[in-house]
């Protein structure tokens, strides 16, 4: 019996995720797509079918996991601590980032390439952080002169640093944190100018 080509398809692309989750774990975003095509079993023309460009294969691993961050955003704009909803998401996408080498780069890069196909999912995850940065800022608790883009690239520059070798596994926490002091309005002035 012979496998109907839509269903053949289907596994293919399976197949070539897997290959790219494992192959990007290992080498970074910047691992060879020809050894990726190998370790699914498939040629590298099987693999430009599926995903015409290195930024299309990303995209596809990563785009539920934008949606999950674009979400998170839009349920913690509830919270009753917008300074501290911020850091969570903060650090909830820096700890995304940080699931693949280059990978920190490769979203900055999005944010600024409207032609790129990992674009519309950062967008949309940057302005649900937005939202989340504005509510921070017009509680007074985080500075009001930050754009959502700063913030963004300063919790990618982190997952960037926690990447490295010899880190501490506490690292991304503890420059997150540092960083988020930075950020802050210090309580004085909240109170002071309540």
Do not use: K
């Not at 012979?2 to 289907?10: C, G, Q, Y």
């Not at 040629?43 to 015409?52: A, D, K, N, V």
């Not at 820096?94 to 674009?119: K, N």
């Not at 967008?123 to 883009?149: C, F, K, P, T």
């Amino acid at each position: 019996m012979t496998v109907a080509p839509r269903a053949d398809a289907e596994r293919n692309r399976e197949l070539l995720l897997g290959a790219a989750r494992a192959a990007f774990a290992e080498h970074g975003t910047d691992a060879s797509l020809r050894d990726v095509a190998r370790r699914a079993g498939v040629g590298i023309g099987t693999l430009y079918r599926h995903f015409p460009t290195r930024e299309a294969l990303v995209e596809a691993l990563l785009d539920c996991n934008f949606d999950d961050l674009r979400d998170r955003a839009e349920r913690l704009l509830t919270s009753p601590a917008p300074h501290e909803a911020l850091l969570t998401w903060l650090a909830e996408l820096a700890a995304e980032a940080r699931t693949y080498q280059g990978l920190p780069q490769s979203i900055l890069a999005a944010l600024d390439d409207e032609q790129s196909e990992l674009h519309v999912s950062c967008a949309a995850m940057r302005a649900a952080g937005a939202r989340l940065l504005r509510r921070a800022q017009d509680a007074g608790r985080v500075r009001a002169d930050l754009s959502v883009y700063e913030v963004i690239s300063l919790a990618l520059g982190l997952a960037w640093a926690a990447q490295q070798p010899g880190g501490s596994s506490d690292l991304m926490g503890r420059l997150l944190s540092t960083a988020m002091y930075g950020l802050t309005v210090p309580e004085r002035s909240v109170s002071a100018g309540s």
